[in-house]
């Protein structure tokens, strides 16, 4: 009997693999107001403001369920399986490991014995039918003076002992999800949980001892005819009418009673595996033993004895009901029975992919406090060093002194190499050295020469490498020039567009001499939107002498500036 069940449990687990590992939990949303009931609402503005750590429990659904099932009593007349059992419960979740769960189920369990049974002499169900020798108080049957029976008894008749009990059953349980809690994985399609409780049980047990209103024969069953259990089961069930017409031994009046039948109070344990269908939806399978303190659940507590003498068992009878269920989620503004949802979701999820997660401000080393952090850093630079975008010191004449040493700041080219202190030595052309070697007044356009044009691709301020080459020998002769400036000059002001276009490639033309070249902005005079040239052109030309203009201007329209 046991083993059918089970091979019918393995088989069913088997074709619903596949649906659990597929139907995967979901979570909510941490943030979401709408679940978190009222009374909770001030730990999650704590949560959501950052003071208090631990999110909110969040209201969750309740769980109605039905469930069809096998029902088997388990006592001294051995069990019939399969017989029918009905049940429902509610469900509700107190965390995400305990819930609670208020049970109903209705039982038919049957049994019938396929030894027959000599001494039911004090079983009243059928010592009244079949005339049983009364038993005495020392176990034995009941002698006259003259050492016989007594008179109006036959001698031994055997009976098969079967009985059918309707048990009902109502019982409040603890369950415990084992499998939702999980470290390397989001969550599952199945529930594992175990559960226990307590409740109260009624039942009502007959027995079939008449045929109409006649006992049975069982000689033709007891004769030997019947070898084994099998066949002998069978040969009682096409014997029996099926009546049940005769109440079974009971307790009588010293055991309460609930509707005329007997109420025993009872405990449960059972375990059960849910599968995930859809969010509202979810199929279980359950096994669950209940016990109970009465020994009459078939009918029997008189146990054969090898001499022929009943013998009154201690044993109690217990009755199982394994069952498969449809649950059902109901609550709106709620979120799925806890038992589905992974505590840890929210803490790896934070980790993962912050969100409420309160970050410090980072902090980016300048051990040199240049004012350029170190991983863009090139050059430990001294205190109160000037330095370029790269955190190198700036020499503006190019002498390999830093200008905060450089006591000459400008030192010409054919005037170098120079001293420690950035000094230069400038060569005589002959033995007396006079005055006029370096040519007074502004001679830039001469020994800058003709400066070349950058042209740029139509709306694109990106400096092409064709361009940066003649950059490199405008920042050549730049650097042997050291008191001349540059005029960079961009064209076109017709409409903001061409304005704002117009300044970004001037921008990026003395943005490339700085960085790049190594000049000091200051040799710059920034001029844009000017008329009388090619819009996709950027100009150089020498400044005049007294010429002045800033080597930087704030951008026109700066919601139209171009990245690239």
């Given at each position: 009997?046991?083993?059918?069940?089970?091979?019918?449990?393995?088989?069913?687990?088997?074709?619903?693999?596949?649906?659990?590992?597929?139907?995967m939990?979901?979570?909510?949303?941490?943030?979401?107001?709408?679940?978190?009931?009222?009374?909770?609402?001030?730990?999650?503005?704590?949560?959501?403001?950052?003071?208090?750590?631990?999110?909110?429990?969040?209201?969750?659904?309740?769980?109605?369920?039905?469930k069809?099932g096998?029902?088997?009593?388990?006592?001294?007349?051995?069990?019939?399986?399969?017989t029918?059992?009905?049940?429902?419960?509610?469900?509700?979740?107190?965390?995400?490991?305990?819930?609670?769960?208020?049970?109903?189920?209705?039982?038919?369990?049957?049994?019938?014995?396929?030894?027959?049974?000599?001494?039911?002499?004090?079983?009243?169900a059928?010592?009244?039918?079949?005339?049983?020798?009364?038993?005495?108080?020392?176990?034995?049957?009941?002698?006259?003076?003259?050492?016989?029976?007594?008179?109006?008894?036959?001698?031994?008749?055997?009976?098969?002992?079967?009985?059918?009990?309707?048990?009902?059953?109502?019982?409040i349980?603890?369950?415990?999800?084992?499998?939702?809690?999980?470290?390397?994985?989001?969550?599952?399609?199945?529930?594992?949980?175990?559960?226990?409780?307590?409740?109260?049980?009624?039942?009502?047990?007959?027995?079939?001892?008449?045929?109409?209103?006649?006992?049975?024969?069982?000689?033709?069953?007891?004769?030997?005819?019947?070898?084994?259990?099998?066949?002998?089961?069978?040969?009682?069930?096409?014997?029996l009418?099926?009546?049940?017409?005769?109440?079974?031994?009971?307790?009588?009046?010293?055991?309460?009673?609930?509707?005329?039948?007997?109420?025993?109070?009872?405990?449960?344990?059972?375990?059960?595996?849910?599968?995930?269908?859809?969010?509202?939806?979810?199929?279980?399978?359950?096994?669950?033993?209940?016990?109970?303190?009465?020994?009459?659940?078939?009918?029997?507590?008189?146990?054969?004895?090898?001499?022929?003498?009943?013998v009154?068992?201690?044993?109690?009878?217990?009755?199982?009901?394994?069952?498969?269920?449809?649950?059902?989620n109901?609550?709106?503004?709620?979120?799925?029975?806890?038992?589905?949802?992974?505590?840890l979701?929210?803490?790896?999820?934070?980790?993962?992919?912050?969100?409420?997660?309160?970050?410090?401000?980072?902090?980016?080393?300048?051990?040199?406090?240049?004012?350029?952090?170190?991983?863009f850093?090139?050059?430990?630079?001294?205190?109160?060093?000037?330095?370029?975008?790269?955190?190198?010191?700036?020499?503006?004449?190019?002498?390999?002194?830093?200008?905060?040493?450089?006591?000459?700041?400008?030192?010409?080219?054919?005037?170098?190499?120079?001293?420690?202190?950035?000094?230069?030595?400038?060569?005589?052309?002959?033995?007396?050295?006079?005055?006029?070697?370096?040519?007074?007044?502004?001679?830039c356009?001469?020994?800058?020469?003709?400066?070349?044009?950058?042209?740029?691709?139509?709306?694109?301020?990106?400096?092409?490498?064709?361009?940066?080459?003649?950059?490199?020998?405008?920042?050549?002769?730049?650097?042997?020039?050291?008191?001349?400036?540059?005029?960079?000059?961009?064209?076109?002001?017709?409409?903001?567009?061409?304005?704002?276009?117009?300044?970004?490639?001037?921008?990026?033309?003395?943005?490339?001499?700085?960085?790049?070249?190594?000049?000091?902005?200051?040799?710059?005079?920034?001029?844009?939107?000017?008329?009388?040239?090619?819009?996709?052109?950027?100009?150089?030309?020498?400044?005049?002498?007294?010429?002045e203009?800033?080597?930087?201007?704030?951008?026109?329209?700066?919601?139209?500036?171009?990245?690239?």
């Amino acid at each position: 009997m046991a083993s059918k069940k089970y091979s019918f449990l393995t088989g069913f687990l088997c074709l619903l693999a596949s649906i659990g590992f597929s139907q995967m939990g979901s979570s909510y949303d941490v943030k979401d107001s709408s679940v978190i009931p009222s009374k909770r609402m001030p730990q999650h503005t704590e949560f959501l403001n950052g003071t208090y750590n631990f999110p909110a429990k969040p209201r969750n659904q309740w769980e109605v369920g039905v469930k069809v099932g096998a029902f088997t009593v388990s006592g001294d007349v051995p069990a019939v399986f399969p017989t029918p059992g009905f049940g429902v419960h509610v469900r509700k979740a107190f965390g995400y490991v305990f819930s609670a769960r208020l049970e109903y189920i209705y039982g038919i369990g049957k049994g019938l014995s396929w030894l027959p049974a000599e001494n039911y002499a004090n079983n009243t169900a059928w010592n009244t039918n079949y005339n049983a020798p009364i038993i005495d108080v020392n176990g034995g049957p009941l002698l006259g003076s003259n050492g016989g029976l007594v008179s109006g008894t036959n001698p031994l008749r055997e009976v098969y002992y079967n009985y059918k009990t309707q048990t009902q059953d109502l019982s409040i349980q603890g369950v415990f999800t084992l499998n939702n809690i999980r470290f390397h994985k989001s969550k599952t399609g199945i529930n594992l949980y175990g559960f226990a409780g307590v409740g109260g049980t009624v039942y009502n047990t007959k027995v079939n001892a008449l045929n109409g209103g006649t006992p049975y024969d069982f000689s033709t069953i007891s004769g030997g005819v019947y070898k084994n259990r099998k066949d002998t089961r069978k040969a009682l069930r096409d014997l029996l009418d099926n009546s049940y017409e005769t109440p079974a031994q009971a307790q009588g009046d010293r055991r309460p009673k609930l509707f005329g039948n007997t109420f025993k109070p009872s405990g449960t344990v059972g375990a059960g595996l849910a599968f995930k269908l859809s969010k509202r939806l979810n199929l279980a399978i359950e096994d669950r033993q209940t016990f109970i303190k009465d020994d009459l659940l078939d009918g029997q507590e008189w146990q054969e004895h090898a001499y022929g003498n009943p013998v009154l068992t201690s044993d109690f009878d217990s009755y199982n009901y394994f069952s498969i269920g449809l649950n059902i989620n109901i609550g709106s503004k709620a979120v799925e029975p806890l038992w589905w949802l992974n505590p840890l979701d929210y803490a790896y999820s934070e980790i993962r992919n912050p969100r409420l997660m309160r970050l410090p401000k980072p902090v980016l080393p300048d051990s040199d406090g240049d004012g350029v952090t170190d991983q863009f850093d090139q050059e430990q630079t001294p205190q109160g060093c000037p330095v370029d975008t790269h955190g190198v010191s700036r020499d503006t004449d190019g002498d390999g002194v830093p200008d905060c040493k450089d006591k000459e700041l400008v030192t010409p080219t054919y005037c170098q190499p120079v001293d420690a202190d950035g000094v230069g030595k400038c060569p005589c052309p002959d033995s007396t050295c006079y005055e006029g070697l370096i040519k007074k007044g502004n001679d830039c356009a001469i020994s800058l020469g003709a400066l070349p044009s950058v042209t740029f691709k139509q709306g694109a301020i990106k400096i092409s490498d064709d361009a940066k080459a003649l950059l490199a020998t405008v920042g050549s002769r730049l650097r042997n020039s050291p008191e001349c400036k540059v005029v960079v000059v961009g064209y076109c002001s017709s409409n903001k567009r061409e304005q704002q276009l117009s300044w970004d490639r001037v921008n990026a033309v003395i943005n490339y001499l700085v960085e790049k070249e190594g000049l000091s902005a200051d040799r710059f005079i920034f001029q844009y939107g000017q008329e009388g040239g090619d819009c996709n052109t950027v100009d150089l030309r020498a400044a005049g002498e007294g010429e002045e203009g800033p080597n930087t201007v704030p951008a026109p329209h700066p919601n139209l500036r171009k990245n690239k």
